[in-house]
């Protein structure tokens, strides 16, 4: 028998890519100079006061700059969701 996994769509946005690749909200909210909790907004539907999934952009930048000092490489195309 086959087992169905059901993905909520809000997984698979940007924000929630991004931010298992930091494996903590807390941390990356730090060191951008933000609350927690906007953090964590990223991942909730706009109907809950939440940016449905996406990053802000004016976080882009630094965030691939903080990608870079844990080790590992954040593009564009991961912040954005777009496939080029």
């Known amino acids: 028998m086959n087992t169905v996994v059901y993905v909520p769509r809000l997984q698979q946005k940007p924000a929630w890519t991004v931010l298992a690749k930091f494996k903590s909200n807390r941390k990356l909210a730090k060191t951008l100079g933000i609350s927690n909790s906007t953090v964590t907004r990223w991942t909730y539907p706009r109907v809950m ?15 691939m700059h903080i990608a870079r000092r844990e080790g590992f490489t954040l593009t564009i195309e991961h912040l954005s969701g777009l496939r080029v």
């Open 49 to 63: 006061g939440g940016t449905d999934g996406h990053i802000p952009q004016k976080y882009w930048i630094e965030i």
